[in-house]
């Protein structure tokens, strides 16, 4: 029996890349896949949506263009088409994961895992059982769409976001329930194909946890594009009635009832680590499940967790980089505990969010006095040319250097990668007067912001 250096359980970013890292590096490794590979990343998640946002921007460009009048005209998508490019790219993706483990000597295993004792780890495939052992164990099994009562897909008219990116044709009407990045992001994917948007969200903005100025600008976006908003009200349920979805405000709220052709349930992920068998391992689950984790990521003697299953940051990029760190001390190799480093966080579409670091509100909450920049986007030639002009770059300062750097509007991912690398050298102002920012790009705002008046957050 082949005993594996290391045994990954899950293969969405984190788990995938683990396998092929350690694999390259020498390591016997096993990746474990109860599902698709790829995990909800790639299958149900982060990359359909982008293709759905991909596929259907130029009608956002097309009617800002025509806004400032030098366009007219009509883009139509063909939905049908889109999801059929959608499929073949997530399965072409799939094939090629499959064939670059293959090529590493990675051993795919297609089945459910549970641990069966120490070291050993039991797979349930099409064929039967097989056990596994291993000498460390990566869980990396991701996360999956939360519900609540009353609140749940039924898989009829009320949809999380599985379901809904698997419909064979856009709703007309869609009743968005949670005003956060996978219920925004799929908005605005809908409404480019017609559907009539309405957001409720029991908090009393969208983007809860993003700079309040952030969701202010959001929110005025949205609604110049007619999308209605029930904001700071609970829903007592959310149900199919006949050919439609049927939204329910709890008593305290009102009680009114909402319709419309669908409703996507979007009120944030739960960890899967549930009939893993993990405890008996001695890992301890937190929360709804989180898996706690040590300074260097580890769970229990020999046990790893990366990714949204720790719960430390639902990013794939996070899960990715955890998973380097975790293969790093496998191979002696990694110097000190788990350090992130700056997070880059970004909601797609347009407008865009982006966020890297301190936010003014999280100092405040810390009780530290921070000071801030800014800069409009009005003015940036880019954002002008592309007529997105809405929206804002703004620096946060902590003893004089940049601690955080939030940004709203069209394209401002494209700030992502700068705006890390300057947070993790700690800028001052004077290195940003000293740096060569190119000209005409969106990257001016930044520089813009940085060299801006501070003032007290």
């Known amino acids: 029996m082949t005993t594996y250096d290391l045994l990954v359980l899950g293969s969405g970013p984190g788990g995938y890349d683990a396998a092929v890292e350690a694999a390259a590096s020498g390591l016997k490794t096993g990746l474990v896949e109860a599902k698709e590979i790829g995990g909800t990343c790639l299958n149900r998640g982060c990359i359909p949506t982008k293709l759905w946002l991909g596929g259907t921007s130029a009608i956002e460009e097309l009617a800002a263009q025509t806004k400032v009048r030098v366009a007219t005209g009509e883009i139509r998508v063909d939905f049908a088409a889109l999801q059929a490019r959608k499929d073949r790219h997530i399965a072409a993706t799939r094939k090629a994961m499959t064939a670059r483990l293959a090529a590493l000597g990675v051993d795919l295993h297609v089945g459910r895992g549970r641990v069966a004792g120490a070291h050993e780890l039991e797979v349930t495939t099409a064929e039967g059982k097989t056990t596994l052992t291993f000498r460390k164990l990566m869980v990396a099994t991701g996360s999956r769409p939360a519900s609540f009562p009353g609140v ?11 379901g809904f990116l698997a419909l064979p044709k856009m709703p007309a009407s ?9 219920g925004l992001e799929m908005a605005q994917a809908a409404h480019r194909l017609g559907a009539k948007i309405t957001i409720v969200d029991a908090l009393p903005r969208i983007a809860g946890p993003e700079d309040p100025e952030v969701a202010k600008t959001l929110e005025t976006a949205f609604r110049r594009l007619g999308w209605d908003f029930r904001l700071g009200i609970k829903v007592a349920s959310v149900t199919t009635r006949d050919e439609s979805a049927v939204l329910t405000l709890d008593a305290a709220s009102g009680g009114e009832e909402l319709m419309a052709e669908c409703a996507l349930v979007a009120v944030g992920r739960r960890p899967n680590s549930a009939d893993l068998g993990l405890e008996s391992l001695g890992v301890t689950l937190t929360g709804p499940g989180y898996i706690a984790t040590d300074e260097n990521l580890l ?8 990714g949204d299953v720790n719960g430390r940051m639902l990013l794939a990029h996070a899960a990715s980089h955890q998973a380097h760190h975790v293969v790093q001390l496998l191979l002696d190799k990694a110097r000190g505990p788990y350090e992130s480093g700056p997070i880059p966080s970004i909601l797609y579409g347009s407008p865009e969010v982006l966020r890297v670091g301190l936010m003014a509100e999280d100092a405040k909450a810390m009780g530290e006095n921070v000071l801030v920049s800014r800069a409009q986007l009005i003015v940036n030639p880019i954002a002008q040319a592309h007529a997105a002009t809405q929206g804002f770059v703004k620096c946060v300062w ?20 700068s705006a890390s690398l300057i947070i993790r050298a700690g800028w001052t102002r004077e290195d940003a007067a000293g740096f060569m920012f190119p000209h005409p790009t969106l990257d001016e705002s930044l520089k813009a912001a940085l060299l801006a008046d501070k003032e007290a957050a």
């Open 299 to 306: 769970a229990a003697p020999d046990v790893y967790a990366v």
């Open 152 to 162: 749940a897909p039924d898989g009829a008219r009320v949809l999380d976001s599985t």
């Open 174 to 182: 869609l009743l968005v329930v949670g005003g956060g990045f996978i």
């Open 398 to 417: 902590r003893q004089g250097h940049v601690a955080g750097i939030t940004a709203v509007g069209a394209d401002v991912s494209r700030m992502a990668v």
